[in-house]
T-cell receptor, first 115, second 115 residues
Framework: AQSVTQLDSHVSVSEGTPVLLRCNYS??????LFWYVQHPNKGLQLLLK??????LVKGINGFEAEFKKSETSFHLTKPSAHMSDAAEYFCVVSDRTGGGNKLTFGTGTQLKVEL | DGGITQSPKYLFRKEGQNVTLSCEQN?????MYWYRQDPGQGLRLIYYSQIVNDFQKGDIAEGYSVSREKKESFPLTVTSAQKNPTAFYLC??????????????FGPGTRLTVL
């Protein structure tokens, strides 16, 4: 069985400072991993995905994540936070169950960006 | 303009009533999914469909039903048997290709409130 743990339910940063959102996963084989962002009362938008190619993945809006198999981690980072980054972020692991592409979601990290 | 639409955005229902949530996509995707989101939790899979006229139960299918008569449409019915239906419902679709890299794209969601 696969699982995802987002280590912080809330993260608060100042505008212009780095962002780190932590994610650990468990999977019985090499997974695909995703980060999605959700603004209030909106759907989820894909930030980036890891698909067993390069371990450092670059996404939209300046975000990137590094796949570390030895640490079973896939942390999301951004060098400089912007007010528009305030949202909820979900780390997701992919599995194929019964032929379907099943996603397992973390419980989310709420990012607050302060002036 | 390609994408996934969900309607209505907000829905109110009296206890004991069935209600149907709409999901339409024009991305020519084979696979479609329904998720439920509750505060402080990640998304949980209700039903998914990999192809027209076929669908499978997800993790929390009890009290819900779906149909997939057309490739573009995957409506979800919340029945009176669902004990706690108040939630944010998200529809997603993917190309349905093989492997774990098949990315799911999400609609804007429907917020259902039972009065």
């Amino acid at each position: 069985a696969q699982s995802v743990t987002q280590l912080d339910s809330h993260v608060s940063v100042s505008e212009g400072t780095p962002v780190l959102l932590r994610c650990n996963y468990s999977s019985s084989y090499s997974p695909s991993l995703f980060w999605y962002v959700q603004h209030p009362n909106k759907g989820l938008q894909l930030l980036l995905k890891y698909t067993s190619a390069a371990t450092l993945v670059k996404g939209i809006n300046g975000f990137e994540a590094e796949f570390k198999k030895s640490e079973t981690s896939f942390h999301l980072t951004k060098p400089s936070a912007h007010m528009s980054d305030a949202a909820e972020y979900f780390c997701v692991v992919s599995d194929r169950t019964g032929g379907g592409n099943k996603l397992t979601f973390g419980t989310g990290t709420q990012l607050k960006v302060e002036l | 303009d390609g994408g996934i639409t969900q309607s209505p955005k907000y829905l109110f229902r009296k206890e004991g009533q069935n209600v149907t949530l709409s999901c339409e996509q024009n991305l020519n995707h084979d696979a479609m999914y329904w998720y439920r989101q509750d505060p402080g939790q990640g998304l949980r899979l209700i039903y998914y469909s990999q192809i027209v006229n076929d669908f499978q139960k997800g993790d929390i299918a009890e009290g819900y039903s779906v149909s997939r008569e057309k490739k573009e449409s995957f409506p979800l019915t919340v029945t009176s048997a669902q004990k706690n239906p108040t939630a944010f419902y998200l529809c997603a679709s993917s190309s349905g290709g093989p492997g774990l890299t098949d990315t799911q794209y999400f609609g804007p969601g429907t917020r259902l409130t039972v009065l």
